[in-house]
């Protein structure tokens, strides 16, 4: 596989993620699991893998988002560790993959204090705000990748 044919594929992966990562969390509050796994970020319920998490519906939702936004996250540094090393001469690709990756680790830290401050709305709110931004960067970033050429 080529390194063009890579670089569009986790440009695809990571907006995939991101997505998901969105939708996943939006049926998270619409259940209103949002606190399954307790104030506690980033353990659930003081577990790194809480016991309840297969017997109760809002300890599994709401890990499985936090879950979710882990691989996203190591999905993110993946392709940006290749795009730097591959198309280190690309200035659209870098600072497309840039910008959606500081949008990324914003919306984490967003994340945590959304579940520290035991969802307060305007975090929420802003939240889901960024993530809306960060899904919007994501589909730019992967639109420059899909015109890149060998």
Sequence with gaps: MNRVAVAKGLALLYTSMIFLAIAWGGYVRAMGAGLGCGPDWPLCNGYLIPPDLFTDINVFLEY???????????????????????????????????????????????????VNQHLNQILSA???????????????MTSVAMSLRD
């Design 64 to 114: 499985f988002h936090r879950i979710i936004a882990f691989f996203t996250g190591w999905i993110a540094l993946g392709a940006t560790l290749y795009i730097f090393k591959e198309f280190r001469d690309n200035r659209k690709m870098i600072l497309s993959i840039a910008v959606t990756d500081a949008l990324l680790l914003i919306q984490i830290f967003l994340g945590m204090l959304v």
């Design 126 to 140: 802003t939240h889901l705000a960024i993530a809306t931004l960060t899904f919007g960067a994501s589909i730019f």
